[in-house]
């Protein structure tokens, strides 16, 4: 017990002292007070609201964990693996007695304590809208639905996070578009089965929903059940009492259920993971060097060392196309055939599409090079080629541009087939909105991966993103896949995106 609490402490504590954290830590704040002030509602289709007591703050509180915790909390608490792999401290870890079971419990818990302070604030957002609005506060109401359905519900998020973790093509950013997708179809059974099923209902929405409709049922008969998040902009809501879920003895089993899968997954991380083994590491290419006499190489050390050039000398022989195609060669470099196969079906789809099918294949061919698009700005920190990269001359009026202008390239190209197609049509309108998106998204990645040093943020927000724009959602729409895109939008916010990547990059090097 002394070795799980040493590994839960210290891993929690380096967790919070990371700006992922407060960021995250942030958007929970904004989300409790959102809900607390009524700007985001529960309601049953089309405007039935429950009134303001504890039952309903509490429903609305789980609901509110379960969606955006169970879904982005993962990208906070996945990587404490992949980190011990990266600073050395698994080899040191391996040196030890400590079992796998024990590193991946460890781990688990350290994961649902992150979780555990998200729900907290939740909770206290909970009660002070339930005082601000003069309601009775009944504490077990409000805390009942936030212990028994999004407990249990991180509890899994936090496995499947260990899980993802020692499992090595889903370290990585595949691991985090697997998830997403994941999140969205595990939904799909909980919610639109015919009937219910508390052991697929691990978000605890059919649960919740059930019991809302059914009181909006009571109180409206014209209602036709279901529920759904949504702003009160323009929103007349018509309120019905809501006495919360008649709690069963079955029900808190079916709950419980999803806290023994979690540490089953756990478990199941622990088969899986190698202990830091070096024999289980991918071995480096060897290259076969030319063998060399003994009296050649004490011949050839004997010789005086060359003179490095001077720093004024190697401005003078610069060239930026040099730099731009070794850019490029780094943004495509390890890409597997079927990677190349695939982007260029993408091209010809967009060449012999209609022209709104055509828009949203763009859409996925912009989306196809993200897990390169999230090592931009990032990977000297990755790589900690940080000090070498920072002394070249003048890296930020060579080598950003160069990257910037590398994405830029790529997308571009997998692109080009709808550009072909709307000159080809005459749609002159969409060539505006083509180019403000390709150059949005290599801005964007720019940005957010200079200011985190990590290429998950922009995997998640890129993402939602597109998730928006397939979902022709006008805000989001920087393709122009719908006559409301604001693509005008798009082009200043690349160039401000551009300038704030700079400007932190000149911050990061007088500061290193």
């Known amino acids: 017990m002394n070795i799980l609490y040493a590994i839960v402490r210290a891993d929690f504590l380096e967790r919070v002292r990371r700006y992922s954290f407060l960021m ?48 982005f909390g993962f990208y906070l608490v996945k990587g ?17 007695p400590l079992t796998r079971p024990l590193y991946a419990l460890g781990k688990w818990l350290s994961n649902l304590a992150v979780l555990g302070v998200m729900l907290l604030i939740l909770l206290a957002a909970g009660v002070v809208m339930n005082l601000a609005m003069g309601a009775p506060l009944d504490l077990w109401a409000i805390s009942a639905p936030i212990l028994l359905i999004a407990l249990p519900c991180l509890a899994l998020v936090a496995a499947l996070a260990v899980l993802f973790d020692t499992i090595p093509w889903l370290r990585g950013g595949l691991g985090n578009l697997v998830y997403f997708f994941a999140f969205i179809l595990s939904l799909i059974p909980s919610i639109e089965g015919e009937t219910y099923q508390p052991l697929l209902d691990f978000t605890g929405f059919r649960l919740i929903g059930d019991q809302i409709a ?88 004997a010789r005086p060392n060359p003179r490095l050039t001077p720093l004024s000398g190697a401005r003078a022989g610069f060239r930026f196309d040099a730099l731009f195609t070794a850019e490029l060669k780094l943004f495509l470099k390890g890409q597997p055939w079927w990677w190349y ?38 990977r000297e920190a990755r790589c900690d080629m940080r000090q070498l990269l920072f002394s070249a001359p003048r890296p930020l009026l060579n080598q950003l541009p160069a990257l910037w202008l590398a994405a830029f390239a790529v997308l571009a190209l997998l692109g080009s087939g709808a550009f072909i197609r709307f000159l080809a049509t005459g749609a002159w309108a969409s060539l505006l909105p083509w180019l403000a998106g390709a150059m949005f998204v290599p801005s964007l990645a720019l940005a957010l991966g200079v200011l985190t040093g990590s290429g998950k943020p922009f995997e998640v927000i890129y993402v939602l993103w597109m998730y928006g724009v397939m979902q ?41």
């Not at 404490?80 to 030890?96: F, K, L, N, P, W």
């Open 24 to 71: 995250m830590l942030g958007l929970v704040v904004w989300l409790g007070y959102a809900s607390a002030s009524q700007q985001i509602i529960l309601r049953v289709p089309p405007d039935y609201v429950g009134e303001i007591n504890s039952h309903w703050v509490g429903a609305l509180m789980a609901m509110t964990a379960t969606l955006f915790l169970g879904w």
């Open 341 to 378: 196969a695939a982007a260029g079906g993408l091209i010809l789809a967009q060449l012999l599409s209609d022209l709104d099918s055509t828009r949203m294949l763009l859409a996925a061919a912009w989306v196809w090079p993200i897990l390169r698009l999230s090592q931009m700005g990032c």
């Open 472 to 512: 022709r959602v006008p805000a989001f729409d920087f393709v122009g896949t719908s006559p409301q895109s604001p693509w005008y939008f798009y082009a200043p916010l690349a160039l401000g995106l551009t300038a704030a990547a700079f400007l932190i990059r000149q911050m990061q090097m007088k500061s290193r």
């Open 80 to 96: 404490s693996v992949a980190r011990d792999y990266e600073t050395g401290v698994g080899q040191i870890m391996a040196a030890t």
């Open 214 to 301: 059914l009181a909006a049922l009571r109180a409206y008969p014209e209602s036709q059940g279901g529920f759904a998040f949504s702003f009160t902009s323009g929103l007349v809501p018509r309120y019905f009492p809501y006495h919360g879920i008649p709690w069963t003895g079955e029900m808190v089993l079916c709950r419980l259920f999803f806290v023994f899968a979690a540490l089953m997954l756990t478990l199941l991380a622990a088969v899986f993971f190698d202990r830091f083994s070096p024999s289980r590491l991918k071995p480096p290419k060897k290259r076969n060097a030319p063998q060399v006499e003994p009296e050649a190489a004490v011949e050839r050390a």
